[in-house]
Nanobody, 115 residues
Framework: QVQLVESGGGLVQPGGSLRLSCAASGSSISNYVMGWYRQAPGKQRELVASITSGGSTDYADSVKGRFTISRDNAKNTVYLQMNSLMPEDTAVYYC?????????WGKGTLVTVSS
């Protein structure tokens, strides 16, 4: 079973940037669909971005043009580059790995956008 550990969260000012990392272990993620989700206080978890094993990407409308998801299968890691951050991006960000019946989650990393 794949295990996921997110890192890179923190406090950033509006307009700033962060890069989140999701390190996988226990299994190669090369054949997994990888995704980043987020959950803000009092809100449901939502999909931010996803990337297929072939490299096709999809983004929530709210982050298009600002966030970029990428994967490095050699490092078994997925990234989320977040630019032009806004206060409404504040949330816990979770990494997800899906393949057939497998649906694995990390424990999340907190991103706070505030001046």
């Amino acid at each position: 079973q794949v295990q996921l550990v997110e890192s890179g969260g923190g406090l950033v000012q509006p307009g700033g940037s962060l890069r989140l990392s999701c390190a996988a272990s226990g299994s190669s993620i090369s054949n997994y669909v990888m995704g980043w989700y987020r959950q803000a206080p009092g809100k449901q978890r939502e999909l931010v971005a996803s990337i297929t094993s072939g490299g096709s990407t999809d983004y929530a409308d709210s982050v298009k043009g600002r966030f970029t998801i990428s994967r490095d299968n050699a490092k078994n890691t997925v990234y989320l580059q977040m630019n032009s951050l806004m206060p409404e991006d504040t949330a816990v960000y979770y990494c997800n790995a899906r393949r057939f019946v497998i649906n694995a989650w990390g424990k999340g990393t907190l991103v706070t956008v505030s001046s």
